[in-house]
């Protein structure tokens, strides 16, 4: 099993960045990809940014390109998501993710984080 600890979230003002956190514990070994996912009030879960694990491509949402980065740190088995510019329309909840795949798809990750509350005020 592995469990991932989202961390980051919060309230801010319209225009401002926040980085979310994501370390992964457990059976490490299991992961090759790992990705960001965002469910807004009423709206279907959202895929937002995926990296690789081992040769760190990353793939970013046309919604979020310009202003949303992923990044892994190897290490520390977290993944971070650094959000720039942040709108009233990224208030979501961010949920973490990890399995065998990168992947912009929710059902081809095996496990998920809990979720962190992102609340952009404008």
């Known amino acids: 099993q592995v469990q991932l600890v989202e961390s980051g979230g919060g309230l801010v003002q319209a225009g401002d960045s926040l980085r979310l956190s994501c370390a992964a514990s457990?059976?490490?070994?299991?992961?090759?990809?790992m990705a960001w996912f965002r469910q807004a009030p009423g709206k279907e879960r959202a895929f937002v940014a995926a990296?690789?694990?081992?040769?760190?491509?990353?793939s970013i949402a046309n919604f979020d390109k310009d202003r949303f980065t992923i990044s892994r740190d190897n290490a520390k088995n977290t993944v971070y998501l650094q959000m720039n510019s942040l709108k009233s329309e990224d208030t979501a909840v961010y949920y973490c993710?990890?399995?065998?795949?990168?992947?912009?798809?929710?059902?081809?990750?095996?496990?998920w984080g809990q979720g962190t509350q992102v609340t952009v005020s404008s």
């Open positions: 990296i690789n694990w081992s040769g760190g491509s990353t």
């Open positions: 993710t990890a399995g065998k795949l990168a992947s912009m798809v929710d059902y081809q990750y095996d496990y």
């Open positions: 457990g059976r490490t070994e299991d992961i090759y990809a």
